[in-house]
């Protein structure tokens, strides 16, 4: 149990453009989910917290216009990079908290790596 | 959240114990010690976690000193697929809408074959 997906796996588009990244939460449902982002050979970093049904919460110097999350359901949040740029090249994670979990570990989706030509 | 160091690498030989260690001098009475691991290229994955009584689940062993001020993760027979960043953190287990986390640098376990 506990699992989470994420999708895509890999995107590559040119600068610019939006990409949407979903986060699904496959068996079990997630009150809250979180958006991590990893730059190469650095640890993640917390990006916003998503909470279903109310407005993400986001990490100090994180655009809230250019990284827009939505979790509209307890078992889906997406994160949409707008006007993507080259330095928003990196690994986004996305992480799900378990609503019936008795404990606080979270579960992580596999990774979505992103590359902006 | 009380800061953690950990050492930045090790190496430890297939089928044996890998213990990683973790200090976090700071803690307070509430925070509970977490263990997640990065494997390359993918999400982490939780291992475990404990207040102040060891842990141990079928992926490994946590051992909090007395004193809280450090612990142990203990992988009891190593495999190459161990090989990964292992993170320690420390926070407050809350109840409700849980906060995000703070990794730190982690240390790189390498198995060796």
């Known amino acids: 149990g506990a699992v989470v997906s994420q999708h895509p796996s890999w995107v590559i588009c040119k600068s610019g453009t939006s990409v949407k990244i979903e986060c699904r939460s496959l068996d079990f449902q997630a009150t809250t989910m979180f958006w991590y982002r990893q730059f190469p ?48 090249s990196s690994f986004y994670i996305c992480s799900a908290r378990d609503k019936g979990y008795r404990h606080n570990e979270q579960f992580f989706g596999p990774g979505t790596r992103l590359t902006v030509l | 959240d009380a800061k953690t160091t950990q050492p930045p690498s090790m190496d430890c ?31 982490p994955q939780y291992i475990i976690h404990g207040l102040k009584n060891n842990e141990t689940n079928e992926m490994a062993s946590l051992i909090i000193t007395e004193d809280r001020k450090s612990s142990t993760l203990i992988l009891p027979h190593a495999t190459l697929r161990d090989t990964a960043v292992y993170y320690c953190i420390v926070r407050v287990r809350s109840g409700g809408g849980a906060d995000g986390l703070t990794f730190g640098k982690g240390t790189h376990l390498i198995i060796q074959p």
Not at chain 1, 58 to 81: C, P, R
């Open chain 2, 13 to 43: 030989a297939e089928g044996r114990a890998a213990n990683l260690p973790c200090n976090h001098s700071t803690i307070s009475g509430n925070e509970y010690v977490y263990w997640y691991r990065q494997i390359h290229s993918q999400g």
């Open chain 1, 41 to 88: 050979k650095q640890s993640l970093m917390l990006m916003a917290t998503s909470n279903e049904g109310s407005k993400a919460t986001y990490e100090q110097g994180v655009e809230k216009d250019k990284f827009l999350i939505n979790h509209a359901s307890l078992t889906l949040s997406t994160l949409t990079v707008t006007s993507a740029h080259p330095e928003d």
